[in-house]
C-alpha cells in the first residue's frame, strides 16, 4: 500500500518498502520518499477468494497485462500517484503511463475493477470500458483488508467524494499551472477567475459537467428521500426522511445544498449527515444550518452579512444532484466575528 508525501505521510508499525525519488537538494532526497508496506492488495484478495486462482501480473507491459486479463473472469487493475507538499503536478493523468495499462486492460476485459490510490483528483480516460472503479486514497496501514473487504462485499462503503473529478482540464479555473517550465524563483502572475466558487461551487457557476461530482459515492443498497420540510428564521433548518430502500444494511450520506440566497442562484453545502440504516428501515433527519453559511462577508462592516429574503435549498446526492427541493425566508442580519 502506498503511503502519500509530507503531511499525508503515514509510518507503519511494520516493515515498510522506501522508494527515493531523488531531488535536487539534500532535503528533497529525504523528503521525496515513496513508502510502500504490507501487506499488500494481493494478499488480502487471495484471503477472500478461497478455491478461485488469483493471478498477477506487475504491470510493466501492458499487452502482457491485457492477454492475462482477457483470460480471466475479473481483472482488477490499481493506479497509484504519489503527492506532497511543494510540488505540484503538471496534469492529472497517473504518472509512469498507468493510464495506457489501465486502458490495455479495461479494453481486453470489460469486467475490470480499477483501484485508485491517489492524493488528487485524476483523469478517467478509461472510465466507460470500466466495470467499476474504487477510490482509496492513501488508506494506511491495514488499507489492503479494507480494499478487499469493499471489492468482495463484506463491507458497504459509504464514503464520499471530497472533491470533483473533472471531465477535462478545460472545465479547470486554471488548465495550466501558472509559472509552470520557468526557471526556479522567476516572477509570474495569478490569475483567480473563480474567486471564492471554488472546487464544486465553480463547477456550478460555469454549469460544467464533471465526471464524477463533489459529495459522490455508491454503495451496494439503495436509498430514498421524502417529506422535505424547511424552516426559515434566523438560519435555515431542514429535515427530512431517509429510507434504505435495498436489501442490505448501509449508511447514506445526504447532504443539504443552498441553491439560492434571496433571489441569487449559488451552490453550497450547509450541512450533511450519515445515516445507518438496516433494510426497509426510515429515519429522520434534521441539518441546521450556520448562519455564516447563508452569509457573504460584508468587508465594510467586518461581519457576514445575511440578505434577507427567499433561500431555496436540495437535499441530494450530491453537488450536481437537486432532486428533493424546497425554501424558506431568512431574517437580514449581521453576524460579528
Known sequence: MLSGGGSSQVTPAG??????????????????????????????????????????????????????????????????????????????TLPHGQDTLIAAVTAANPRTVVVLETGNAVSTPWLEQSAAVLEAWYPGQHGADAIADVLFGQVNPSGRLPVTFH?????????????????????????????????YRWFAKTGAKPVFPFGHGLSYTTFAVSDLKVEGGKTL????????????????????????????????????????????????????????????????????????????????????DAALEGGAKVAAQLLKP
Open 15 to 92: 516493515p515498510s518498502h522506501i522508494v527515493s525519488m531523488g531531488g535536487n537538494t539534500e532535503i528533497d532526497v529525504l523528503t521525496r520518499r515513496q513508502i510502500w508496506f504490507g501487506p499488500g492488495p494481493l494478499d488480502a484478495i487471495r484471503v477472500r477468494t478461497g478455491k478461485s486462482e488469483v493471478v498477477f501480473d506487475d504491470g510493466r507491459y501492458p499487452s502482457a497485462a491485457a492477454e492475462l486479463a482477457r483470460n480471466a473472469d475479473v481483472a482488477i487493475v490499481f493506479g497509484t500517484q504519489w503527492n506532497g507538499e511543494n510540488e505540484d503536478t503538471p496534469d492529472t
Open 167 to 199: 471531465a477535462s482540464l478545460d472545465q479547470l479555473p486554471r488548465p495550466r499551472l501558472p509559472g509552470f517550465g520557468l526557471p526556479p524563483d522567476s516572477s509570474y502572475n495569478i490569475d483567480f477567475p473563480e474567486g471564492s466558487d471554488v472546487g
Open 237 to 320: 433548518t431542514v429535515s427530512f426522511a431517509v429510507k434504505n430502500t435495498g436489501d442490505r444494511a448501509g449508511a447514506d450520506v445526504p447532504q443539504v445544498y443552498l441553491r439560492s440566497a434571496a433571489g441569487k442562484a449559488q451552490t453550497r453545502l450547509i450541512g450533511f449527515d450519515k445515516v445507518e440504516l438496516a433494510p426497509g428501515e426510515q429515519k429522520r433527519v434534521s441539518v441546521v444550518a450556520d448562519p455564516r453559511l447563508l452569509a457573504s462577508f460584508d468587508t465594510a462592516a467586518h461581519g457576514w452579512r445575511v440578505a434577507g429574503g427567499e433561500y431555496r435549498v436540495s437535499v441530494s446526492d450530491d453537488a450536481s
